[in-house]
Every structure is written in structure tokens, then in C-alpha cells.
């Protein structure tokens, strides 16, 4: 006989709700967050297909940064002034929002600064050369003085950025998980949807829930439920074993932020290279590409110069949703069902801000 649900399970548990919202990650959670605040009485659920956050919120490295002038420079190019600097104060305000709304403490926030480090003096010049322009710019815009200054680190000439830190990514998951079940937010792990319609988001199981509302919050995934232009993109992260006498103590970005490491305690983590085959990485399948794990473990050895016979404790690999000119997409898509994606690496920063956005476009 097939499976029934019982009358309890009927009237309590699979009633439908009023939001539905697909993905646990920091857009997912804090979406059904501000939702709740304003709709206390509403029921909201939460469904993600793995059993944490699958991806990118508890995969990635843990910076809180607005971005380096290596970065901002290649993002001009592409989206022009008004555009990039909107995403800065984008970034700016959706780590101010992260902060308040966690809090530093349980999340481990360290403003240790951030520096951009160069190895080609011409990059490093065409750089530095814009500092005051874009302090001018950041004081004028946010009243963020003196952000940017010209510095060495091991020798190698770097631009230091005072406002930058570092989290721990899984505290910050974990205690944003705590506070929606204390605001009666229910998540269903293991839980993957294979379709979504007004009214109904469809489960590979064959199961049915039938919310009034129903957000699409799958960043880098967005593509097997809705076709728009996020395309994901795989991030490669390794973290070593501890290293006695570590000299790099903070966080660090290399080559348009391309390459990214810190410290977490005496341990490095060391992370990115997709520009290394940015072709290959354009999936949403987990996994390391070993061009890129030998890249990086190069860069260990001769940029970092990491003391010699250190290993890899743990590897691993997240995936992010990038849109053409890095701005996040949060709009509706047909009635009822509503998308936050687009995140393009800055997921952090900006997730919780995105969410904020969409929940008031939800109201209108």
C-alpha cells in the first residue's frame, strides 16, 4: 500500500503555508527572516535540497570586504562608474546590515583590514595611482574616509583597505538558522525541488505544496528551476593544517580578487584561480579542477612561500551564481513566485541586503 500521511500530518504539518521560500543559504534564511518581522502570523518555510546550505553560504571563504581597486578597475570596464559604485555602498550597507543583524560576536567578525597584494609593479602602479580617487569618491558617496592606502606586506608592494575583515561563515549560517526557528521559520533539508509553478512547487520525491508564495533563492542552481541569466560558477577553497610561524595574518586578495586567502588561526585558507579555466568552472556539479588546485598550491609555494612539507587538511568546493555585469537579480517572475539570485561572488556582502530588497518589493 502507498504511503499516506495521517490526519495530523494533514491538518498541521503539509497545511499550505503563506511563503515558501527554496534555499537555506543567507539569501534564503534572511529572506524568511525579514518576511516573518512583517508578517509575524504568516507561515513560512524554508526547503533546501541538501543537508546544510548547498551552495555557496557555508562553502565560501569568510571575507567581509567591499572589494579591491585591482577588482573595482576590471567591474569600470565592464559596467562603468555609476554601476560599480552603487555595488560598493551595495556591499558597504549589506555588511552593516549582516553586523546588526547577527552580531560580531557569535560570528567571529574580525576587522583585521584587507590587503591587495601585486606582483607586476605596472599593475601595482596603474592601481596605486587611483587610490585618492577612489577615497575621494567613497568619502564623498558613504563618508568612508581614507579607505584605501598604499603598503608592503612580505615584501610585496600591496594596497591595504582599513574597512575589510573576516567571519566565521558557519557560526554565521548556524546562529541565522537558530534565530528562524525561535521566529517559527521551518526548514525541510534534503528536500529538492524539481519545479516551480504559481501555487505549487513541485518535489523530487512527487511530493506537492501548495504555498500563496513561493521565492527562488537558489543563487548558482537558478538555471535548473528558472531561466534566467545567472550562470554558476564553481569556487575551489582549501584550508592547511596548522603552520607554525604563519606570516600571512589577515586577509588578502591577488589578481582582480581572482585569489583570495587569510589566516583562520595558524592555519591558511587559500581559495579561487577560476580564472585559470573560467571555461571549465562554469558548472553547478561539485568538485576540484586540477589545474586549478595545482595553480594554487603553486601560489602557495612561490608567492606565500608557505614553509616547506605543508599539507592540505580539507578541500572543497562551493558554487556561485554570476549574472553578466555582477548585479544581483531579485524581481518577479510570474505571479506568486518571486527569484534572488545573481550574488557573483559577493554573497556575504550583499546576500542580506538582496533579501531586505526583495521582501519590500514582495509588499508593493
Known amino acids: 500500500m502507498e504511503k499516506q500521511h495521517s490526519f495530523w500530518e494533514r491538518e498541521e504539518w503539509l497545511k499550505p503555508p503563506d511563503l515558501v521560500v527554496i534555499g537555506g543559504g543567507i539569501v534564503g534564511a534572511s529572506t524568511a527572516l525579514f518576511y516573518k518581522e512583517i508578517y509575524p502570523d504568516h507561515d513560512v518555510i524554508i526547503v533546501d535540497k541538501g543537508i546544510t546550505p548547498e551552495g555557496a553560504s557555508t562553502r565560501n571563504a569568510g571575507f567581509s570586504c567591499i572589494g579591491s581597486i585591482s577588482e573595482h578597475l576590471a567591474d569600470l570596464k565592464i559596467s562603468g562608474e555609476e554601476t560599480v559604485f552603487k555595488r560598493i555602498g551595495r556591499r558597504w550597507n549589506g555588511l552593516q546590515l549582516l553586523r546588526k543583524t547577527i552580531g560580531d560576536d557569535v560570528m567571529d567578525y574580525q576587522n583585521t583590514g584587507g590587503y591587495e597584494i601585486f606582483k607586476e609593479e605596472k599593475t601595482y602602479k596603474r592601481c596605486a595611482e587611483k587610490i585618492p580617487w577612489f577615497n575621494q569618491?567613497?568619502?564623498?558617496?558613504?563618508?568612508?574616509?581614507?579607505?584605501?592606502?598604499?603598503?608592503?606586506?612580505?615584501?610585496?608592494?600591496?594596497?591595504?583597505?582599513?574597512?575589510?575583515?573576516?567571519?566565521n561563515s558557519g557560526k554565521l549560517m548556524r546562529t541565522?538558522?537558530?534565530?528562524?526557528?525561535?521566529?517559527?521559520?521551518?526548514?525541510?533539508w534534503n528536500s529538492k525541488v524539481l519545479r516551480v509553478e504559481t501555487g505549487a512547487v513541485h518535489f523530487e520525491n512527487g511530493f506537492q505544496i501548495n504555498p500563496k508564495k513561493t521565492v527562488i533563492a537558489v543563487n548558482g542552481f537558478l538555471q535548473r528551476l528558472e531561466n534566467l541569466p545567472v550562470h554558476p560558477a564553481r569556487g575551489f577553497v582549501f584550508v592547511t593544517k596548522p603552520i607554525s610561524d604563519l606570516k600571512w595574518i589577515g586577509t588578502f586578495h591577488y589578481d582582480e580578487g581572482y585569489v583570495y586567502f587569510r589566516n583562520v588561526n595558524d592555519r591558511l585558507l587559500l581559495g579561487g584561480g577560476r580564472n585559470v579555466a573560467k571555461e571549465e568552472e562554469a558548472t553547478d556539479l561539485f568538485g576540484a579542477n586540477q589545474k586549478i588546485r595545482d595553480y594554487l598550491i603553486g601560489f602557495a609555494d612561490k608567492t606565500l612561500k608557505l614553509p616547506e612539507k605543508w599539507e592540505i587538511d580539507i578541500e572543497w568546493s562551493g558554487i556561485m551564481g554570476m549574472t553578466e555585469n555582477k548585479e544581483p537579480i531579485h524581481q518577479k517572475v510570474k505571479p506568486g513566485v518571486w527569484v534572488a539570485a545573481g550574488l557573483s561572488g559577493m554573497g556575504i556582502a550583499i546576500g542580506m541586503q538582496v533579501a531586505k530588497e526583495l521582501v519590500l518589493k514582495m509588499e508593493e
Open 137 to 167: 569618491k567613497l568619502k564623498d558617496k558613504f563618508g568612508l574616509k581614507d579607505v584605501y592606502s598604499m603598503d608592503v606586506y612580505e615584501g610585496y608592494p600591496a594596497i591595504f583597505n582599513r574597512v575589510e575583515g573576516a567571519i
Open 176 to 188: 541565522l538558522h537558530v534565530r528562524l526557528a525561535k521566529a517559527g521559520i521551518r526548514i525541510w
